[in-house]
Structure formats: structure tokens, C-alpha cells
């Protein structure tokens, strides 16, 4: 068990710019979910991902947010034209789904700043 | 809908003492209750879940939680705080019975331990 990874750790870009992160979540796990955590909050539930269908999607995903997951495996998560309210933590986290739930294990996040 | 509610931003206690993290909860349904730990620059970790067995969880590291649905709560608590404890706790309850999907957390509370 290897964890669930994200890349990069951190990220600063320039408002207006287009960034992507990646989630390589635990191997077995066929579910992975998108959270963002702002400083000083618990984390909010953006989108999560059945093998490769997104199942649901949060009011808080604008159309400038899209994730994508094509194989089931790894997922990446694109903002386009982004806005210093953009900067937050974005946390990735997967489990599985089958006759029991297992809980999720969540990645260390990547630390987005709009500058 | 479902919300919880963490009664405390900030908790202080002497190290050998006890914890008590207050927590409370909302639901229309059956809820699954977790608590989550977020040690600085480290991905959350489950601490323990409920999920409608015993009304008193165990989890790791000594610490305990009760569901008591007559009080709507799910308060953490340990008998002697360490000072490894210190972290952000998150009180978390699942969008649906027994399931995973979109986890709604609280507002966190740091637990600071006193030497």
C-alpha cells in the first residue's frame, strides 16, 4: 500500500492561467474523490469518480473546474482561468466500494496559489 | 441534508490529561460519523468511524467517540493526551447511510497540548 499520491505538492501560477494536478489513488480502490480545503476550514466535497464515471459533482465545481478519470485509474483535475479564490489545498482521496465500504485514505494534497 | 457541527475551533490541554472534542451532528438519515485527524503538511487520517453497531467507537491511538442520537453527538474524547495529539480534528458525517460519497466535514479543531 503505496498511499494515494498527488502532483506537484505545490503550485503558483498567475491569475488567468491553467493548471492541472493529478491523484494516483491506492491501486485496488475504485473510487476517488476531489476535495478543496481553504485555510482554516474543513475540506468540501468537489467530485468523485466510480472506476472512470463521474458519479456526482458539487455546486462549487464552476465550469472553469473539470476531472476527469479515463481509465479508472489515475484522475486529474484541470482549472482553467483561475481566480485568486482558486488558491486552496486540493485533496485527493479514494476507497473501495464492494459488499463493505472501506473508509477513505486521502493524499497530502496539492497547495494551489493564485497570485 | 446533512451538517455537523464542532463545538470548539480551539482546544488546549496538559499533556497526561484528558480530551474532550466536542462535535455534533445532522442528518435526515441513519448517519455514518468519522472523525479525522490532520497533522501539519500530512494527509487526513481516519481516526475512527461509526457506522450503527456499538455507540461506542474505539479508534486508534486510545482515542474513543460515543454516538448518542438523543443528544445528536459524536463527541471524541482520549484519558491522556500525548503530545503526539497535537493536530486539527475534523468531525465528519457521510452523505448517506453507510456510505462514503460525499463526506461533509466540520470547521476542524486544533488540539494544542501543553508540555
Known amino acids: 500500500d503505496t498511499g494515494v499520491s498527488q502532483d506537484p505538492r505545490h503550485k503558483i501560477t498567475k491569475r488567468g492561467q491553467n493548471v492541472t494536478f493529478r491523484c494516483d489513488p491506492i491501486s485496488e480502490h475504485n473510487r476517488l474523490y476531489w476535495y478543496r480545503q481553504t485555510l482554516g476550514q474543513g475540506p468540501e466535497f468537489l467530485t468523485y469518480?466510480?472506476?472512470?464515471?463521474?458519479?456526482?459533482k458539487s455546486r462549487l465545481l464552476s465550469d472553469r473546474f473539470s476531472a476527469e478519470r479515463p481509465k479508472g485509474s489515475f484522475s486529474t483535475l484541470e482549472i482553467q482561468r483561475t481566480e485568486q479564490g482558486d488558491s486552496a489545498m486540493y485533496l485527493c482521496a479514494s476507497s473501495y466500494s464492494g459488499t463493505e465500504d472501506s473508509p477513505l485514505h486521502f493524499g497530502n494534497g496539492t497547495r494551489l496559489t493564485v497570485t | 441534508a446533512q451538517s455537523v457541527t464542532q463545538l470548539d475551533s480551539h482546544v488546549s490541554v496538559s499533556e497526561g490529561t484528558p480530551v474532550l472534542l466536542r462535535c455534533n451532528y445532522s442528518s435526515s438519515y441513519s448517519p455514518s460519523l468519522f472523525w479525522y485527524v490532520q497533522h501539519p503538511n500530512k494527509g487526513l487520517q481516519l481516526l475512527l468511524k461509526y457506522t450503527s453497531a456499538a455507540t461506542l467507537v474505539k479508534g486508534i491511538n486510545g482515542f474513543e467517540a460515543e454516538f448518542k442520537k438523543s443528544e445528536t453527538s459524536f463527541h471524541l474524547t482520549k484519558p491522556s493526551a500525548h503530545m503526539s495529539d497535537a493536530a486539527e480534528y475534523f468531525c465528519?458525517?457521510?452523505?448517506?447511510?453507510?456510505?462514503?460519497?460525499?463526506?461533509?466535514f466540520g470547521t476542524g479543531t486544533r488540539l494544542t497540548i501543553i508540555p
Open positions: 469518480f466510480q472506476n472512470e464515471a463521474q458519479l456526482e
Open positions: 465528519v458525517v457521510s452523505g448517506r447511510s453507510f456510505g462514503n460519497e460525499k463526506l461533509t
